[in-house]
């Protein structure tokens, strides 16, 4: 899944594409390179992020996904908004990638029942302003029996809104209210969330966990735009778990450790 943040501000990749025509150009792009789904957001989830309004939302995914998705690409949305993944998959769109995993606006579970659509239900607490402060997980089991928990009770309330389970996907969200710690005990324990019995999604590309694993001497992490090396190699270490799919910013770079691995695996 390849990444296409319409946004002024996303921490990987912000500004980059955040006009329509640039942002339909990287989404070819992506395509070229191998991706099989594209991923469009236009809401950045980092830290301290101020959220836009729902119209400004609208108007920076609509007519991206509008366009790819009539030259035949495989497009999900990104947005925890009802209103926004509605217009989205009028629009084309035939995957809703909800962060919140219902969460931050119910009504999307509705939205996403009364379609089609692929469901990718993500581990999530809280908005980004907030959500460093929810980074606890001190119960037995520690964060990967509480992120089990609680995306089981949010895959409950996706059933419940007539979501069948064969259209749910599921993320544990690295770095959504999680310190680096957390993300790397998740990694290691991605294969508990895998006995859940859904694909699973994984988003670590260039997120600040790898910048903490790479900082310098003095302590400083590494730059967003140079912990690709790092990305790759937790592609090729989550891909031999086996899961679903991978979102990442450097299709490329993935797709050429796929194929590697694979022909590892070949023997
Ligand atoms: N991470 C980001 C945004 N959307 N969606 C899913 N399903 N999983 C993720 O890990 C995820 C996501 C934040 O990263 P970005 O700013 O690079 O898009």
Not at 22 to 32: I, N, P, Q
Not at 66 to 91: H, I, N, P, Y
Not at 130 to 138: C, K, N, Q, R, T
Not at 237 to 263: P, S
Request: glycine share 10%; aromatic share 4%; with cysteine.
């Amino acid at each position: 899944m390849g990444v296409v943040n319409v946004t002024p501000d996303s921490f990987s990749d912000g500004g980059r594409w955040a006009t329509p025509d640039a942002a339909v150009a990287h989404g070819r792009d992506l395509l070229a390179q191998g991706a099989d789904i594209l991923d469009i957001g236009g809401e950045s989830t980092r830290p301290g992020a101020t959220r836009p309004l729902v119209a400004e939302e609208v108007d920076r995914v609509v007519p991206v996904i509008g366009t790819l998705a009539a030259q035949g690409a495989r497009v999900s949305v990104d947005t925890m908004r009802s209103e926004v993944a509605e217009q989205a998959l009028a629009a084309g769109a035939t995957m809703v990638n909800d962060v919140s995993g219902g969460l931050a606006d119910p009504r999307i579970l509705d939205v996403v029942a009364a379609s089609e659509a692929t469901y990718v239900c993500m581990h999530w607490r809280g908005h980004s302003d907030h959500m460093a402060e929810l980074a606890a997980y001190d119960g037995p089991g520690g964060v990967v029996a509480a992120v089990r928990a609680e995306l089981c009770q949010r895959i409950e309330s996706a059933m419940a809104a007539g979501i069948p389970r064969q259209r749910i996907v599921l993320d544990p969200g690295l770095g959504f209210a999680k310190a680096a710690r957390h993300n790397w005990t998740l990694l290691r324990g991605l294969p508990a969330l895998q006995e859940l019995g859904f694909p699973l999604l994984v988003g670590a590309s260039r997120k600040s966990f790898l910048g903490t694993v790479l900082a310098d001497a003095d302590g400083q992490p590494r730059a967003v735009d140079d912990r690709e090396h790092a990305t790759t190699a937790l592609t090729v270490l989550v891909a031999q778990l086996g899961v679903w799919g991978l979102r990442v910013h450097d299709v490329r770079a993935a797709r050429d450790a796929l194929r590697t691995l694979e022909r590892w695996e070949e023997g």
